[in-house]
T-cell receptor
Framework: EAQVTQNPRYLITVTGKKLTVTCSQN?????MSWYRQDPGLGLRQIYYSMNVEVTDKGDVPEGYKVSRKEKRNFPLILESPSPNQTSLYFCASRNPTGRAIEQYFGPGTRLTVT | AQSVTQLGSHVSVSEGALVLLRCNYSSSVPPYLFWYVQYPNQGLQLLLKYTSAATLVKGINGFEAEFKKSETSFHLTKPSAHMSDAAEYFC?????????????FGSGTQLTVLP
């Protein structure tokens, strides 16, 4: 089954404790992206990656890091989480060319930073 | 630059009534437009998309949307609401040109269906 998976689905942590949220897709998509969803703000892009070893900032990159060492994986790293990073996070992927350019989303990771 | 405005953060309709969720976009280049639905505690699911072909786009679950360039709108409609349509709906835009094709979302509309 074609899908985007994220782990963990739920995470409660404390301020300053480094964490990683993993994202993996099995559709051989080149483009991957991370979003955060906050009430009244919709989804905002954090980082995206056009291909392996190619990453770029989205609209709200502060406090986050990403890496793209393999095509299928795109982990999101919070080196020193803060309470304002409490949010619902989504990973997404798509083909970068052609008309089938809709993004496929993972199930989400709900992060609480206390 | 591109942006999306969804008018009405909350919309309530009675079961069987028309659903109309409004979306206006801004884009300096020809856009692709999308509607996604998010059911409680789930990820986003694509409802339909406009990719510069037919202006009236039909999607899943009986939803459709019409691209109106003159009004820069892409409103989502369904003739008869079902209880199962209760969810949050997001309109999104991406540009046809440019390699990054960043997807920009609206702030969402929560649809409540009343019995």
């Amino acid at each position: 089954e074609a899908q985007v998976t994220q782990n963990p689905r739920y995470l409660i942590t404390v301020t300053g404790k480094k964490l990683t949220v993993t994202c993996s897709q099995n559709m051989n998509h080149e483009y991957m992206s991370w979003y955060r969803q906050d009430p009244g703000l919709g989804l905002r892009q954090i980082y995206y990656s056009m291909n392996v070893e190619v990453t770029d900032k989205g609209d709200v990159p502060e406090g986050y890091k990403v890496s793209r060492k393999e095509k299928r994986n795109f982990p999101l790293i919070l080196e020193s989480p803060s309470p304002n990073q409490t949010s619902l996070y989504f990973c997404a992927s798509r083909n970068p060319t052609g008309r089938a350019i809709e993004q496929y989303f993972g199930p989400g990771t709900r992060l609480t930073v206390t | 630059a591109q942006s999306v405005t969804q008018l009405g953060s909350h919309v309530s309709v009675s079961e069987g009534a028309l659903v109309l969720l409004r979306c206006n976009y801004s884009s300096s280049v020809p856009p692709y437009l999308f509607w996604y639905v998010q059911y409680p505690n789930q990820g986003l699911q694509l409802l339909l998309k406009y990719t510069s072909a037919a202006t009236l786009v039909k999607g899943i679950n009986g939803f459709e949307a019409e691209f109106k360039k003159s009004e820069t709108s892409f409103h989502l409609t369904k003739p008869s609401a079902h209880m199962s349509d209760a969810a949050e709906y997001f309109c999104a835009v991406t540009a046809l040109s440019g390699s990054a094709r960043q997807l920009t979302f609206g702030s969402g509309t929560q649809l409540t269906v009343l019995p």
